[in-house]
């Protein structure tokens, strides 16, 4: 096998089956060290100087959570898939939270504390940030004021404004602890000196 040449057809598959191989080798590789990666594997046309898949044929494509290349990857090649840690796949939470207080057109000193309270259908815990609006619909977070504030379905947190300059625009998040995936924003309300 190593000393005769192969027929034309047989070279070109031998070349498409080492380049996905190699491509593959490239996803575990790079999943290893926690990147987040998608690939797309097509055979070169040599005939054209295009990537592009040829009529008929089939691309393979990969993506998801961190790992999941990684996994499909070593198993193509025959390895044995590397153990997951189950939060790194867990769900992201679902359900809603709605902001109830702070009431709209209430001023609050810098340094001064209230209330906020809300409902959650999440199940998670949840942080409150205070934001400010930037301008053009945009807007930044200024401070953690509550954190893991509670799970349960009526939340409420004593928060503690820190010193910031006096403005009109501000208004408390209220987001699930650590990933922030399900968030709900209070009105706005004005920080006065």
Do not use: Q
Not at 4 to 31: D, F, I, Q, Y
Not at 55 to 63: K, L, Q, Y
Not at 154 to 180: H, N, Q, S
């Amino acid at each position: 096998m190593f000393g005769s040449p192969l027929p034309r057809g047989n070279e070109e598959t031998m070349c498409r089956a080492t380049s996905m191989a190699t491509n593959l080798a490239v996803a575990v590789a790079t999943t290893a060290v926690g990147c987040m990666l998608v690939i797309s594997l097509a055979p070169s046309r040599p005939d054209t100087g295009k990537s592009d898949p040829a009529a008929g044929r089939t691309m393979a494509a990969t993506a998801g959570h961190a790992g999941s290349a990684a996994r499909a990857a070593t198993s193509a090649l025959g390895a044995p898939a590397a153990s997951a840690d189950p939060e790194e796949f867990a769900s992201p939470p679902t359900g809603r939270i709605e902001v109830t207080a702070p009431e709209p057109g209430v001023d609050y000193k810098t340094n001064g504390s209230f209330v906020v309270t809300w409902n959650n259908t999440t199940g998670e815990e949840v942080d409150v940030w205070l934001r400010t609006a930037t301008g053009g619909g945009d807007s930044e977070r200024v401070a953690l004021v509550a954190t893991k504030a509670g799970a349960g379905r009526a939340g409420e947190a004593l928060v503690t404004l820190p010193r910031v300059p006096p403005g009109k625009r501000y208004f408390l998040e209220v987001a699930t602890a650590g990933d922030g995936a399900v968030r709900a924003f209070s009105r706005t309300f004005a920080i006065t000196n």
